[in-house]
Structures are given as C-alpha cells and as structure tokens.
T-cell receptor, first 112, second 115 residues
Framework: NAGVTQTPKFQVLKTGQSMTLQCAQD?????MYWYRQDPGMGLRLIYYSASEGTTDKGEVPNGYNVSRLNKREFSLRLESAAPSQTSVYFCARGTGNTGELFFGEGSRLTVL | QQQVKQSPQSLIVQKGGISIINCAYENTAFDYFPWYQQFPGKGPALLIAIRPDVSEKKEGRFTISFNKSAKQFSLHIMDSQPGDSATYFCAASIRNSGGYQKVTFGTGTKLQVIP
C-alpha cells in the first residue's frame, strides 16, 4: 500500500448521513491528497494538504471537508452524504519535489 | 476544463503486440509527466515518468515518448503480456504556490492483453 493506509475499505451510507474516511501515512512527507475515482472520469482531486495544519481545495471540493491535524493523518469528511458522492476514494502522499504520488488501496463508498 | 486528455478509453492487444496510449496537455507550465498503472481493487501505482526536457524514457518494456512542441506524450508497452492488463493513467504535475506538486490525471485507458 506504499505506506498509505485507508479505512474503511467499504461503506454504505444513506442519503444525509455523515462519515469520515481516515488516511494515514507511515512516511514523513508533507503533502497528502484525496482523490475520487469515477468511471470514465479518471481521478479528480478533492482536497490536498501541503503540510500539517494546511489544506486547500482541489477540483471537486463541494460536499467535503478535510482535516490535517498532524503530519501523519489526513481525513476526509462527508457531512451530509448524497448519491452523487458514491465513488471510490483514494488517499495519496507526495514524495517531495516530483509529481509522484503513492496511493492507498481505496475506500469504496455507496450512498443510497 | 480537462487539462490532460487521454485516448483511447479502452484497448485490446494481442499478446506480444505493442500497446500505445496517448495523452495531450494544455498547460505548458506542467513540469513532470508520470504514468500510473492500476489493477482492479487496488490504488494506482507509479509506472514510469518523464520530464519535459527529455524526448524519450525507457524502462524495460515500457517507454514514454514526449513531444514538447505538440504538447503530447505517449506510453508504449512492448511485447505486451496478459499481466499488463490494467487501467493506465497519464498525469501531469505542476509546482504550485504552496511549494509542492499538484497532479492532474487523464481519464484512463483500460488495457486488455489477450493470449
């Protein structure tokens, strides 16, 4: 898993419910990312974090919040889940100066 | 606005053949171009990458060709094997004001290599 652990791996929610996806890295890199993957749309950036305590919006941030309380962990929260948020979510960590990312194995979320 | 366009969406290649996936980008500020390979149920994994000052990079059976003037780059898989069957993503990255790389992905190509 390239040193990136995501939990849970699977989750089913009802519309309006909230949940948090957890991500932790076992390296000491500053940058961490949340992407969502949908068929035919590739990987789209939701939020990213350059370092502990800083976060910034990506392409598709609406309906999500993130938290980077320490260097190791970066969580993604859905406050009121919608069916449009049914997707596979990937957390990734950066490597420093290059565009190389190391991804976790994904969290598959279904919103009914 | 899709900054990295990838084609084809799917590709079927005979074992031993050459698989070719093409990508085009718009932003000339991109400074790194990685390719990722993804198997079902797994996260994408870095396969090979190139910088824009290099026209070609080869690692084993995988080669990236880069055409800076045309703003295009491609992945060639020589002697394709059934084990290469996966989804491939091209990507482009740019250093942003926060001092780290922001990576934009293509839409992916599902490759099937048949025996």
């Amino acid at each position: 898993n390239a040193g990136v652990t995501q939990t849970p791996k699977f989750q089913v929610l009802k519309t309006g419910q909230s949940m948090t996806l957890q991500c932790a890295q076992d390296m000491n890199h500053n940058s961490m990312y949340w992407y969502r993957q949908d068929p035919g749309m590739g990987l789209r950036l939701i939020y990213y974090s350059a370092s502990e305590g800083t976060t910034d919006k990506g392409e598709v941030p609406n309906g999500y919040n993130v938290s980077r309380l320490n260097k190791r962990e970066f969580s993604l929260r859905l406050e009121s889940a919608a069916p449009s948020q049914t997707s596979v979510y990937f957390c990734a960590r950066g490597t420093g100066n290059t565009g190389e990312l190391f991804f976790g194995e994904g969290s598959r979320l279904t919103v009914l | 606005q899709q900054q990295v366009k990838q084609s084809p969406q799917s590709l079927i290649v005979q074992k031993g053949g050459i698989s070719i996936i093409n990508c085009a980008y718009e932003n000339t500020a991109f400074d790194y171009f990685p390719w990722y390979q993804q198997f079902p149920g797994k996260g994408p994994a870095l396969l090979i990458a190139i910088r824009p000052d290099v026209s070609e990079k080869k690692e084993g059976r995988f080669t990236i060709s880069f055409n800076k003037s045309a703003k295009q780059f491609s992945l060639h898989i020589m002697d394709s094997q059934p084990g290469d069957s996966a989804t491939y993503f091209c990507a482009a990255s740019i250093r942003n004001s926060g001092g780290y790389q922001k990576v934009t992905f293509g839409t992916g190509t599902k490759l099937q290599v048949i025996p």
